[in-house]
């Protein structure tokens, strides 16, 4: 059975995805729909991959100059895929895979080039309903992941 993930992102790194995702010029997209992006796992964290596929995930962006941080993204991981090279502006070695987008923070979708238009669901209010951001990749337990998807849609 697929479970859900929270995953954290950077805002240049969710932003190059973005980007990609509306301009469809990656070959790694053509043919997708419009909503699937690519997206990574750091390869530290193998047995993420191993569950991965069709399992629901939940990007987190990391707090910086651009953003207070928070709740980006819900969707759902498609499939796993190969790069050659490095794709992503900041860190190396990523296991990358397509995520169909579901759903997204106001701004998100509309601004990718800009996280300070982004109008990100607060740490703050996951803390209130019982979700913990640490540091790493999350497996959700599913009444959690429930609560994410009700955030979000």
């Known amino acids: 059975m697929p479970g ?3 995953l954290k ?3 240049t790194n969710l932003s190059w995805s973005l980007i990609e995702m509306k301009n469809q010029k990656n070959p790694l997209l053509k043919g ?3 909503n699937w992006m690519i997206w990574g796992v750091n390869q ?3 047995w993420i991959i191993k569950q991965l596929e069709n399992s629901e995930v939940f990007v987190y962006v990391t707090k910086s100059e651009a953003t207070q941080g928070g709740l980006a993204i819900y969707g759902i991981a498609r499939e796993i895929l190969q790069l050659a090279e490095k794709y992503w502006p ?3 070695k990523w296991t990358p895979f ?4 579901k759903a997204a923070a106001p701004g998100v979708i509309e601004h990718p080039e800009d996280p300070k ?3 990100l669901i607060p740490k703050t209010t996951l803390e209130e309903k019982g979700i913990k951001i640490l540091p790493g990749p999350q497996k959700l337990k599913p009444e959690l992941s429930k609560i994410l998807k009700e955030i979000m849609e």
Do not use: C, D, N, V
């Not at 397509?98 to 987008?101: A, C, G, S, Y």
């Open 4 to 6: 859900a993930f929270l």
């Open 9 to 11: 992102a950077t805002p």
């Open 32 to 34: 997708k729909p419009s």
């Open 44 to 46: 530290r964290f193998a």
């Open 90 to 92: 900041q860190g190396e």
């Open 98 to 101: 397509l995520l169909e987008i």
């Open 117 to 119: 238009q982004w109008k």
